[in-house]
């Protein structure tokens, strides 16, 4: 009898972990089936995206909506994929790999101001991708606060935030006038020079947003990349990604709705 218990026993023992041993194959195989199927998804939303790009004519800003909206396109199960654009340059380059010269210090002097600050400071305003330069009508304050402090010294630091986010506030600010304002602040030519070197007008990162829509208008999938593109750009037949440097899907139960940078300057007397 305790034989037949025994035998009994191992036979259980064995059927629970055959069991045990086909749900984890079946947990492998889903999960490369999930990223497969996520590979060809994100494969064929960028593609679909460098085509619209090549109608451009390399207008990209000229070619989107107010609001970022650039193309949208109905799926034959009536779904739709909507794509929007945004300056994606506002925020802070905080790799100071690619760099050289004075700009690796202006980055480095950059991440070091932020990374001092409470999260909720700064939260979204660093990259590790795309060029050093930031956009000057899209920064957040917090990272125009962190260029000054990269470029002016401290005593100069509170009146040229100041001076650029007053008439960025009032919108005055004109980069052709910059120049000018920052004088009146009292920053030095070489001040000045180095921080006006770190700004553009018209931004080479943006990021880009592929929403699928159900038939109800719910997003039920979103993913989002950094492109760097500009006037200048060229295809290359050889890049299946193109200018694509970043691209993640958004987990569903994670969509919500957009939220703005987080840019409220720490410099105490600094415009709000």
Do not use: C
């Not at 259980?12 to 590979?39: D, K, M, P």
């Amino acid at each position: 009898m305790p034989l037949v218990v025994l035998l009994a026993f191992a036979a259980s023992l064995a059927l629970v972990v055959l069991l045990e041993r086909r749900a984890v194959s079946q947990r492998i195989a889903a999960r490369q089936i999930a990223q497969y199927a996520g590979h060809h998804r994100a494969a064929g939303l960028k593609e679909m995206i460098n085509r619209w790009l090549s109608t451009t004519r390399n207008r990209v800003g000229e070619s989107i909506t107010p609001g970022g909206h650039a193309f949208s396109m109905e799926l034959p199960g009536g779904e739709r994929i909507d794509v929007s654009f945004a300056d994606g340059q506002g925020s802070a380059m905080i790799d100071e790999s690619s760099a050289g010269g004075d700009r690796r210090y202006i980055v480095r002097a950059m991440r070091d101001y932020l990374e001092s600050l409470p999260p909720e400071l700064t939260d979204r305003a660093t990259r590790s991708v795309g060029p050093a330069e930031i956009s000057l009508q899209t920064a957040p304050a917090i990272v125009i606060e962190a260029l000054v402090v990269a470029t002016v010294e401290p005593e100069r630091v509170q009146r040229a935030v100041e001076a650029i986010l007053s008439r960025r506030n009032a919108g005055l600010l004109q980069r052709d006038r910059l120049p000018e304002a920052l004088t009146d602040a009292g920053l030095t030519q070489d001040e000045r020079d180095e921080l006006l070197s770190m700004l553009v007008e018209a931004p080479t990162l943006w990021r880009v947003q592929a929403d699928i829509v159900d038939r109800d208008g719910r997003v039920v999938s979103r993913s989002v990349g950094l492109m760097e593109w500009s006037a200048e750009s060229r295809s290359d037949a050889f890049n299946q990604s193109g200018p694509f440097l970043t691209w993640e899907d958004i987990p569903a139960d994670q969509i919500g709705p957009d939220r703005p940078f987080a840019g409220v300057p720490s410099v105490p007397g600094s415009v709000r």
